[in-house]
């Protein structure tokens, strides 16, 4: 692979694989009703950040050595949100506790007070996994591929390097 291709490939990686996760969670929420729990929404973050920092890198294609730190940046991200994910799919696990706080769906409609809005919404608990495919959640999906991801862009960019 010639040294160009590799430094391109591992921006491509590093804007798409984040933008297909956070894109794939607002589709789960949205289109498919499964609401996020705190962590869930602690992941989305850093795959905002990821993607930032990669169109960056993108856009500063002409300046190899600094869209090789933005690839970084944004390879650095994606494994955040990865090990949130991780923790994350732990506690769903019952491998270790989680944190005390949860989400809720709350919002006052017209014409009703705001206490008998949170009062009959629905409670998203984070340590329950509301979706799972294989015995794998979302939360342990996103670290697989979150992690993953990003020692491929971390080692198609020191494969830039050393070229």
């Known amino acids: 692979m010639r040294r160009e291709a590799s430094l391109s490939l591992a921006r ?12 794939g ?17 602690w992941q989305r973050w850093p795959h905002l950040g990821a993607i930032i920092a990669a169109l960056l890198a993108i856009a500063l294609r002409k300046n ?15 494994a955040t949100s990865g090990g949130i994910g991780a923790f994350h799919a732990g506690v769903e696990y019952g491998w270790w506790q989680g944190i005390t706080s949860c989400a809720s ?48 862009v971390l080692l198609l960019v020191r494969k830039w390097s050393r070229s």
Do not use: H, K
Request: aromatic share 8%.
């Open 12 to 23: 491509f990686v590093a804007v798409m694989l984040p933008s297909a996760l956070l894109g």
């Open 25 to 41: 969670a607002l589709v789960s929420q949205y289109v498919g009703g499964l609401f996020p729990c705190e962590m869930c929404l």
């Open 64 to 78: 190899p050595a600094m869209s090789a730190t933005f690839t970084l940046l944004a390879a650095l991200a994606l």
């Open 105 to 152: 769906t709350a919002s006052a409609a017209p014409g009703q007070s705001m206490l008998d809005s949170i009062m009959s919404a629905t409670l998203v608990r984070c340590d329950v996994a509301p979706w799972d495919l294989f015995g794998i959640s979302l939360a342990g999906y996103n670290a697989i591929f979150s992690i993953g991801g990003a020692l491929l």
